[in-house]
């Protein structure tokens, strides 16, 4: 029960005014109406050569010094180069060296460490609190890559706590990453399912299942596209979800369509917010053609290569 | 022309500027409105706005009269619920365009959104391009103009009303149909388009309702109430005469059965618990407890005008319609002489009831029926229905016998259907989508009236957190014990938690994010007196909310009919020779000496337990007197506290008693003593102390346990949670529910494995038991199974009179070392006793392998069955399923079931091996019980045996030489359908389109016998969740 957001800018031709952070933030904010207990950002930075960005959660209090100490030993015991590490809100950023397997890695350090995201250009952030509070901890405005996702989170069935908020990290695949407005009415079903097939939850929240679900898919080699095909016969409930990759952004809607998602494209972005207002933020004054998909039905928007 | 800058300006300041120049009928021009949502919201005068960009949500909604153009775009629900004038939209329309729209024109030049008009009623809604999915979705009258293409499912579900469009139509919605448009059609479109400047030169295709879901085919036949105890208690037997009436009822109409009033088994409720400190009527201190003070002010969390309630007590939603408006004239008057408030229900405000009400709260129902801005402004507060206990996850149903043309109307629908009224709010899809609705309906009436929802017990401690967040006054909370007058009855029965868990959940809900005792809780459902209400108030509720009582203090006898239209009191009816028999005024005045007997009853419970004031009512003033009741309140187990009350009633009791040859009722949720009680409280003078001394005495007399320790586990202590605000319930009656099946092992993620047996069942049903029954009774048995695609499972096929082979799954019951039959689907090797391993042979690779096993050999054959890769096990609940009718005097024994799923659980094996239960299966609820708790199917016998026409005569069924073959086929196909409808209908209410994604997460149990057999938590679970 939320709000979700994107943004894809086909090319590097552009002549947008603020900076994909900044936009995002503003979508989030028209319709945070839609969810005020937490929101978060999936950002696609450029990519570093040789290093791969990580991001933990670290408590919020005395402890976090020992934590991060204990982050850095762990990786590095899982044979991680730590390249440098920054600090930022209720998160431990890394830049690391590993040219490892980032599956088995996942794996190995999953129920010791909590993971938010890891990948070459993906990095997410994300809190408890309201956009425009929350965006200036977390620089989201300097942010101005391809693409990127977003999220303001109404709970529903699961805690408040910044792990519980969106974006979620498909666990162990690089540069994935979901958001999702609805609810999974058969979580526990295809929870206990995925945990059979040795895949790891760090929440009860079904956005997650959603991630660790794609997780699963492409651990056995199924692609994407089929992938969110598959979602809509094996997830139940009613849902809108947006996944992002390292090149592109996904959909998927359920066959009731009750959650609302709109697009809007033009020849430089493709932006996509739960309501018009979100959209008409970045476009004060002007008539936008919008659309909104289909049910039962699922899409792939990618960079120009 | 005045001009408004919404860059500037709030929307509530700019709202209440737009009503101002409204008033004076200045036309204004409002300018950077860049999408924003609730322009010109509750406008009632027929004024010029000029919208100089898009708007967002509900612009012009719950409006009549202005002329509103809009230069670009609108989002959701432009024109919602508009009465009359209109509104231009100069670009494109988001989703549910003019839903609910009573009246007046709604033009949006471009495209339009997904389910545009949904519940729309009257007026026009045109679209100058192409429609998006599911316009006209459920409309009930108006016309749809769509001058460019449709998308799939254009008049789904539509009862009334004309569409026409002009370009292609990609699909027909369920109950749709195309016709020619008449000459008068298309001469109105034609003025129509002349008015606002469109000219079209195509052929108009027009859609209606086909009318074949209107009402339902077979009528149910009338019953008489069976007497509780035959069916819930101490004395009831498990295939009991209301067991066995809903059998042969749905063999015979072939769906779920309906009824009034609420859940009718033993609820752990109330009764169940006493006062701490001994209330002693004859010792009432008059002059003390006349201090007590009772006033309740409510709603005035968000700056409305709180409802002045001159004690905790409110009348529960009742519609008009359910009701006569005789009826809804009395209570209005009832609740004005004490000071308390009504509540209009479904359907919409009758004048008489307002003009004698004199704080009345407007409720809006998904389909809007009735609803519209002049009743919401002449009310004292607005309540959006979410559910009710009665039935969380069904709309209102309104038979088509109580439909009269006048409730038609004023409803804005067609008269002569059965109303089912859509499960949710076309704009309400979430606790996200819930925030707008409220705030539209603020913006609508100035911010001045409380703002509350109504809401059925299930999801509670999740559902209250959103309620609070989404800025509500209160919510009015109801228990699965709550009245209705129509329902499926096995929903009434089974889905939603008990009314002391629902308050219990919701305060622990509140308490997990800090809110407690910032979001009052009305509680109803079951609350009969000053004892019950007083007991609501110390578990943590702010007021109680009375429904049913307050029609058993009119008159109602309980014959629960209330779903017919035949009330013989003339309460629930709308035939007039029926409501010529109530008497307003006196049944206003019976109604105010009941809620003045609660009065004195409140006052003189919260006196003596030490307060001055109602709301110091606590926790510590209450005990438990039953496990069940201690379990689920966490109050101290103290049953010491059930003694003296009825001594003390006994020694007292010099009035007429209930006399004990009078037939109970058929609910044990108001037994003939609550009746009674109720009764005697109707027609008592609240100034006679002696009375209501005795009357009280009367009330504090607890109910014996209904839940004996020794009672074992049983099916019917399961209920399910239903969806609310955190998910989406699935419409019962118009959304799909797959009830496909597949029996196999080795489920995973992904498609379906090929190389490995299966048997594709329609639904999740197997029969048993039949193999030494008369050849025509198998005959038609196989013809059912096969019509039906459900399987069998016996020593042998069944034996058919038929020339044409039934085609149905045979799985082949057998004994370990007699010969498989290479024909058969299946094989299940029964097992008695403790398990040794077996020599197991698949006769053919598509061959299904099973084997049944009871409570003692399902641990012990697990292992053996995964090893050699088994396709399935049959969980015996009975003492052998191979003895014919073996139901009939076996006990039930559930821990199978439990015991099978924690061992493959342990094992990290949960479905690689197919479950199938068996033993005292009776209902589609039942089977959704097993399919919850990790089942793919359940095995019926005695069953249908019984729908059948069989009879139970000294521990075996017979079947009459009589009974034709026929006749036999068609009941067991009917009881199918019904029962095949029960499970899914239980499925959506728990938001699940298919029946296999039903959970365990989705039951909890109201007994603790029940909670241990199937290691199933209680419905009002544990203080705090540390983690979820």
């Given amino acids: 029960m939320c709000a979700i957001a994107g943004i894809l800018f086909k090319h590097n031709r552009r002549s947008f005014n603020l900076t994909t952070g900044e936009a995002l933030t503003l979508i989030l904010d028209s319709t945070v109406h839609r969810g005020m207990d937490s929101c978060g950002w999936a950002l696609y930075k450029d990519p570093i050569k040789d290093t791969i960005r990580m991001r933990f959660f670290i408590p919020a ?82 942010f101005n890559g391809s693409h990127g996702i977003a999220h303001n989170r109404l709970a529903t069935e699961s805690g408040v706590r910044p792990e519980t908020a969106h974006p979620f990290w498909a666990c162990g695949f690089s540069d994935i990453a979901t958001v999702h407005n609805g609810q999974i009415t058969n979580y526990w079903i295809m929870r206990r399912r995925l ?86 933020r970045l476009f004060p004054g002007e008539a936008l053609e919008t659309t909104e998909p289909a049910p039962l039905t699922y899409g792939i928007w990618s960079l120009a290569s | 022309m005045a001009t408004i800058d919404l860059s500037h300006a709030p929307m509530r300041t700019a709202n209440e500027v737009i009503r101002g120049y409204g008033a004076i009928h200045q036309s204004i021009e409002i300018i950077n409105p860049d999408a924003k949502h609730y322009i010109a919201v509750g406008l009632t005068n027929p004024i010029d706005v000029h919208i100089k960009g898009s708007a967002g949500y509900f612009c012009g909604g719950l409006s009549d009269g202005p002329a509103i153009r809009v230069d670009k775009n609108v989002s959701w629900g432009v024109g919602d619920n508009m009465l009359g004038g209109s509104i231009v939209v100069g670009g494109n329309a988001g989703a549910i365009a003019g839903v609910a729209l009573r009246g007046g024109d709604i033009v949006i030049k471009g495209n339009m959104g997904s389910r545009s008009g949904q519940v729309m009623k009257q007026g026009t809604l045109f679209c100058g391009g192409s429609s998006s999915f599911m316009a006209g979705y459920m409309m009930y009258g108006g016309r749809i103009i769509i001058l460019g293409d449709s998308g799939e499912k254009v008049g789904e579900n539509m009862a009334g009303g004309e569409i026409f469009v002009g370009g292609q139509i990609q699909s027909l919605g369920s109950d749709a149909q195309l016709t020619i448009p008449t000459e008068e059609d298309l001469s109105g479109i034609a003025e129509f388009l002349k008015k606002y400047g469109f000219s079209f030169s195509g052929v108009f295709k027009k859609v209606v309702c086909a009318g074949k879901d209107l009402t339902y085919g077979t009528p149910e036949p009338k019953t008489k109430p069976i007497a509780y105890p035959e069916f819930s208690g101490r004395q009831s037997t498990y295939w009991n005469k209301k067991v066995c009436e809903d059998i042969r009822i749905k063999g015979s109409i072939g769906r779920y059965r309906v009824r009034g009033f609420g859940a009718a088994r033993h609820i752990p409720h109330f009764n169940d618990i006493a006062f701490k400190t001994r209330v002693n009527p004859e010792k009432m201190d008059r002059s003390g407890f006349e201090k007590v003070r009772l006033r309740t002010f409510i709603g005035d969390r968000h700056g409305g005008r709180a409802l002045d309630l001159s004690m905790p007590v409110m009348i529960a939603p009742m519609s008009f319609g359910a009701l006569s408006p005789e009826v809804k004239q009395a209570l209005g008057i009832a609740s004005s002489m004490s000071g308390i408030s009504e509540n209009t229900g479904e359907g919409g405000m009758s004048s008489v009831e307002r003009a004698e009400t004199r704080q009345l709260i407007a409720q809006c129902l998904s389909g809007r029926l009735g609803w519209n801005i002049h009743d919401m402004k002449r009310s004292d507060g607005i309540e959006l229905y979410i559910s009710q206990g009665a039935k969380p996850g069904l709309g209102g149903q309104l038979m088509a016998a109580k439909l009269t043309p006048e409730i038609a109307a004023m409803r804005g629908i067609p008269a002569g259907m059965d109303l089912r009224s859509p499960s949710r709010h076309p704009d309400v899809l979430g606790g996200d989508d819930l925030i707008m609705k409220i705030r539209e309906f603020r913006e609508a009436v100035g911010w001045r009236l409380p703002v509350s929802i109504k809401l059925g017990g299930g999801r509670t401690r999740d ?31 089974y889905v939603g938690i008990p009314t002391i868990s629902a308050i219990m959940e919701a305060m622990d ?52 009919q209330c779903s017919s239209g035949n009330c013989p009191l003339g309460l629930t009816t709308q035939t007039p020779e029926l409501t010529k028999r109530f008497d307003v005024q006196r049944s206003a005045l019976k109604m105010h000496h009941y809620l003045e007997s609660i009065r004195w009853q409140l006052a003189a419970v919260t006196h003596c337990l030490g307060h001055d004031h109602v709301q110091e009512l606590n926790r510590n003033d209450l005990v438990a007197l039953t496990p069940e009741a201690a379990a ?109 099946t597949c029996i196999t092992r080795s489920i995973g993620i992904g498609p379906k494995k090929e190389d490995q047996p299966a048997i594709d069942l329609d639904k999740p049903f197997f029969v048993t038991g039949f193999d030494d029954a008369p050849v025509p009774v198998q005959s038609a048995l196989a013809k059912v199974l096969s019509q039906s695609r459900c399987g069998y499972i016996g020593r042998a096929p069944l034996k058919t009179t038929a020339k044409e082979t039934p085609d149905y799954p045979w799985l082949q019951l057998l004994k370990p070392g007699e010969d498989p039959d290479a024909g058969a689907d299946g094989l299940v090797y029964v097992i008695n006793g403790s398990f040794e391993p077996i020599s197991v042979k698949r006769m053919h690779p598509g061959q299904l392998i099973g084997l049944s096993v009871s409570a003692t050999s399902a641990c012990d054959a697990l292992p053996f069955a995964l090893k050699n890769k088994l396709d399935l096990l049959v969980l015996d609940q009975t003492t052998g399923i191979e003895n014919p009718w073996v139901e009939l005097d076996s006990p039930i024994d559930l821990t199978v079931l439990r015991n099978a799923v924690r061992g493959l659980q342990t094992m990290g094996k949960e479905e690689e091996i197919a479950l199938v239960n068996f033993g005292g299966l009776r209902s589609g609820t039942d089977v959704a019980k097993a399919l919850a708790y990790n089942c793919l199917g359940s095995v019926f016998s005695l069953v249908m045996g019984i729908a059948m026409g069989g009879s139970i005569q000294d521990k075996q069924l017979v079947f009459a030489d009589d009974l034709e073959e026929s006749a036999m086929v068609e009941a067991g196909l009917n009881w199918i359908k019904g029962t095949a409808q029960e499970t899914a209908i239980i499925a959506r209410c728990t938001g699940k389109t298919n029946v296999h994604n039903l959970e365990p997460e989705d039951m909890r149990a109201i007994t603790l016998s029940a909670a241990k057999a199937l290691d199933i938590p209680l419905a009002s679970g544990p203080e705090k969740r540390e983690s979820f």
């Avoid at chain 1, 609190?129 to 620089?139: C, H, L, S």
């Avoid at chain 2, 009969?528 to 058993?552: C, E, F, R, W, Y």
């Fill in chain 2, 632 to 740: 689920l309140t966490r109050l101290p187990y103290e049953p010491e506290y059930r003694t003296g009350y009825r001594e003390q009633y006994d020694a007292a009791n010099d009035m007429p008693g209930v006399s004990s040859a009078k037939k109970e009722t058929g609910t044990a949720n108001y037994t003939k003593q609550s009746f009674e009680l109720i009764r005697m409280m109707s027609e008592s003078n609240h100034e006679d102390n002696d009375v209501q001394q005795n009357l009280l005495t009367q009330a504090l007399v607890p109910r014996e346990n209904p839940f004996p320790e020794d009672r074992p586990g049983h099916l019917d202590d399961i209920v399910f949670l239903s969806a609310a605000l955190t998910r989406l319930v699935i419409d019962p009656y118009r959304e799909d529910c797959s009830t496909q």
């Fill in chain 1, 61 to 142: 209090d005395e402890s976090a010094e020992s934590e991060i100490k204990r982050i850095e030993q762990t990786l590095s015991a899982h044979r991680v180069t730590i390249l440098n590490t920054r600090r930022l809100g209720c998160t431990l950023g890394v830049h690391a060296g590993f040219s490892g397997d980032l599956l088995a890695l996942t794996h190995a350090i999953e129920k010791e460490l909590k993971p938010v995201s890891m990948g070459t250009r993906l990095d997410i952030l994300k809190d408890v609190g309201r956009p425009f509070d929350v965006a200036p901890v977390y620089n989201i405005g300097a």
């Fill in chain 2, 509 to 560: 809900g509140l308490s997990e994010i800090n809110a407690r005792g910032q979001l009052p809780i009305v509680l109803m459902g079951g609350i009969q007196n000053g004892i019950d209400a007083a007991k609501a108030i110390a578990l943590g509720a702010t007021a109680v909310g009375l429904g049913t009582p307050m029609l058993i203090a009119a008159g109602c006898i309980g014959c629960m």
């Fill in chain 2, 463 to 493: 559902d209250v957190k959103i309620a609070y967040k989404d800025n509500l006054d209160f919510v009015e909370l109801d228990g699965l014990q709550g009245g209705t007058g129509a329902a499926s009855s096995e929903v009434l029965e």
């Fill in chain 1, 195 to 280: 945990e059979r097939k040795g895949m790891v939850f760090q929440t009860e929240n079904d956005t997650e299942l959603v991630a660790v679900y794609l997780a699963y898919q492409m651990r056995c080699n199924i692609s994407l596209e089929d992938s969110l095909k598959a979602s809509l016969d094996d997830l139940d409930g009613t849902f809108s979800y947006l996944v992002a990759t390292k090149d592109s952004i996904g959909y998927a809607k359920d066959k009731l369509a009750a959650k609302p998602m709109v697009k809007y494209e033009n020849d430089e972005m493709i932006v996509i917010s739960s309501e018009e207002v979100g959209i008409n």
